[in-house]
């Protein structure tokens, strides 16, 4: 039920209740207003070994917004069906024997469709994972190979972690900003052309394209999306409700300086203070 | 390929370029060095409008141990295979007529088991969701039931969010202190006999019970439980992998006071510092 009057006066009520440290809402843009009344087509990239909380991190935040706004979701894979995320076999360098991960766990996730038979998107988000090594020593570019065709036809590219690499080698971040987990950062430098890759940033905008660093990173930078896309309400409702307290600056980036990143910014704080949005103390 | 031994050589060679910053990790315990040489069966339960995030906060953690440590995983419901995390036709309250939100979108976890035949088990995790209420509704009991008939061969049983209200329903929670959701919290206080619901928490431990407060407080308490389990590396280095800086505060539930928990404590900050684990400022 898209009762979002009844959102706004259950806010209106709360604020009543707690005057002295509810945060005005921002008024929604004309773009907000106009996303909030038509239908987003999202799509999902899986593929064996993909990073869990790389996926559901956002997907959980887009999930939620799919209670108030019309979506559609197409998990997407080379092979509808499960998807594991156990890693497969691969080798962490040319000259080592293969890495048998067959002991992991293996949570699975359903693709609803395949490279081929995937709708038309607005909005197309890749994870990362140790399955992209895998991928790469097998020479299968399908992953890459998708999101450069559907490139054109997106309003918005998000990659998760690894995921950069993928978008890397699509081609996509030539000439453009992007950054990467940290802890792969040596791997993330090893790909793309004409890529200015950013040492220090929870997450980079640039232009139609958002890219995060290490995997909880994608929950910071899809809520800072969430609101671009469709403002402060209900989005901060929700949060609440699912009580994460996002980092909202994107300049934090500790772990970029817990791993060394070349060039990596040491005078910001390691810490972030983080609260319920939309209060202040 | 379980290289402690590599791990923690490569965590001391970090700690010498960094070691104004590298806090020293406590040594393992007995107990935990058991955990760490020995398998641990873990079961997840899943039911059609579980809550993404309560499932795959945690999970993601688990996953990311059992590159370290021998652990099997079941995923469990009341039938095996898709399960849906868009909620099942409910009633927001009896007089209302259904809420059909068959326009949600829908991502898909597969269950490995049924309630029957899940294995041995020595860890449960049950989440929350709006699939909760569905199955309240339709006096179906079998989750619950499931945790009470497995509640004496466990060795741990941990709940998110809403999950404490099906563990209340199983009556292990009666004698005990316990925690939930604090969106939900009147719907959480009409179930249990005899529970001591703590009204802020971020998580609650009790004997064996660990019980969070909302979906992404699951992630925090699985840290802490983690930690309890196996001691602080490589947990440690695998959070600063995945880049995610929890709080560990249990205290800290500033949700509690943003959803008018009565008896919530107000005096507590609603702001946490939180960096990478390991590292002092």
Not at 59 to 73: A, D, R
Not at 84 to 111: E, T
Not at 192 to 210: C, H
Request: net charge negative.
């Amino acid at each position: 039920m898209k009762d979002l009057n009844g959102v706004l006066w259950l806010q209106a009520v709360s604020s009543l209740l707690a005057a002295s440290q509810l945060v005005v809402a921002q008024p929604q843009t004309n773009t907000q207003k106009a996303n909030a009344n038509r239908t987003l087509s999202v799509g999902y990239i899986l593929f064996p070994g993909f990073e869990p909380l790389d996926v559901f991190g956002p997907l959980e935040m887009i999930f939620g917004m799919s209670y108030y706004y019309n979506m559609t979701l197409a998990t997407i894979a080379e092979t509808p069906g499960p998807i594991p995320a156990r890693p497969p076999l691969h080798r962490m360098a040319p000259d080592m024997p293969p890495m048998d991960l067959s002991y992991m766990i293996n949570p699975q996730v359903v693709a609803t469709h395949s490279f081929e038979t995937a709708p038309k998107l607005d909005i197309l988000l890749v994870p990362g994972g140790t399955g992209n090594v895998a991928l790469e020593q097998n020479n299968n570019t399908k992953v890459e190979d998708f999101v450069r065709a559907r490139f054109p036809e997106l309003e918005y590219l998000l990659s998760v972690c690894t995921g950069a690499i993928t978008l890397a080698k699509s081609g996509v971040l030539e000439g453009r900003r992007a950054t990467s987990n940290k802890a792969a950062w040596a791997q993330t430098q090893t790909h793309g052309k004409n890529v200015t890759w950013v040492p220090s940033a929870r997450w980079v905008v640039d232009g139609k394209v958002w890219t995060s660093s290490g995997v909880a990173a994608g929950m910071d930078m899809a809520y800072a999306f969430l609101k671009e896309l469709y403002g402060d309400h209900p989005l901060d409702t929700y949060m609440n409700n699912v009580e994460y307290a996002p980092h909202t600056d994107a300049t934090w980036d500790p772990f970029s300086v817990v791993h060394n990143v070349p060039g990596a910014n040491k005078t910001h704080s390691l810490l972030d203070c983080v609260g319920p949005v939309g209060y202040s103390e």
